[in-house]
């Protein structure tokens, strides 16, 4: 399976222009957030991958060097789920482990999936894209909260990941009145395991039967641009929708959008014990 997925992430990439725009505009949070919590005292933001550069430990060894008294994990998976954030933290424990001389505090930040700062981030987004339509579209369009999947056996295991996807999006729906209107989807299934559903192409392709006006796509779980939505959504299902003659519209994901920055940096502070209001 490793190999297949290998295989087919080549010809994403190149599908894409060979490079992802994941370490860019993670680096550009850094940073937003960095300014973000200037004001709060000393912070250093740094990214720490598992799959790729800058890795776990090299930030973890970039932050002792720079002085740091106490970590502050802040995973860009809104939702939890073992398979991301859970292993997220793992990695780090293990880094740490190899790292420190002696444990620092940490403070552990699981999710954020019913945040009004990342509510607010969907919300406003969604809001933006429909106050640009026709009233007559604007009444016809339809949404899909598209969400990494995951295989259904994790979830039936105990894992939050589905439930608060769900919560997510039932927030969303609440605040634009869009009920009836919009449903959670999943996409990037792999093997043959049970993986969650609706899956996101079944989505389109059973929205294409009846098509009622736009169809709107968030990525619901993802905060940067990368080959799942790149890709997946935007080439993969796009030319799906299109070629059904979908008026279809992938929306883009939180980058650094203001609210979604002002989210991160309560939610680093509210780790800390400290009021973001001050």
């Known amino acids: 399976m490793a190999h297949a997925r290998a295989a087919s992430s080549r010809r994403f990439y190149a599908a894409i222009g060979a490079r992802s725009p994941l370490l860019e505009q993670t680096e550009g949070q850094a940073k937003a957030l960095t300014e973000a919590l200037a004001a709060h005292g000393r912070f250093l933001v740094l990214p720490a991958m598992r ?5 776990t430990d090299a930030a973890i060894r970039r932050a002792l060097e720079a002085g740091a ?3 502050v994990l802040l995973p860009l998976y809104p ?3 073992r398979t991301t954030t859970g292993s997220s933290i793992s990695d780090f424990r293990r880094a740490a482990r190899e790292a420190l001389a002696h444990p620092l505090p940490v403070h552990v930040i699981l999710d954020y999936h019913d945040h009004p700062g990342f509510i607010a981030t969907i919300t406003n987004t969604l809001a933006g894209e429909l106050e640009k339509m026709a009233d007559k579209d604007r009444r016809a369009a339809r949404v899909l909260f598209s969400a990494h999947g995951l295989p259904q056996r994790i979830v039936e295991e105990g894992d939050p990941y589905q439930a608060q996807i769900e919560k997510t999006a039932s927030l969303v729906v609440k605040g634009l009145g869009l009920e009836g209107r919009a449903r959670v989807t999943y996409q990037s299934k792999v093997g043959p395991m049970r993986w969650l559903k609706p899956s996101t192409e079944e ?5 294409a039967l009846r098509p009622e006006g736009p169809l709107l796509v968030y990525p619901i779980a993802f905060v940067s641009e990368h080959q799942e939505t790149l890709y997946e959504l935007d080439i993969k299902y796009g030319e799906i929708a299109r070629s ?3 008026d279809y519209r992938r929306l883009p994901t939180a980058g650094c959008r203001s609210e979604f920055i002002t989210c991160l940096r309560d939610l680093t502070l509210a780790a800390l014990g400290e009021d973001p209001s001050t």
């Open 51 to 55: 799959y790729w550069r800058p890795r």
């Open 69 to 71: 008294k106490r970590f």
């Open 79 to 81: 939702h939890y789920s």
């Open 203 to 207: 989505a389109i392709r059973e929205f």
């Open 244 to 246: 059904a003659g979908i």
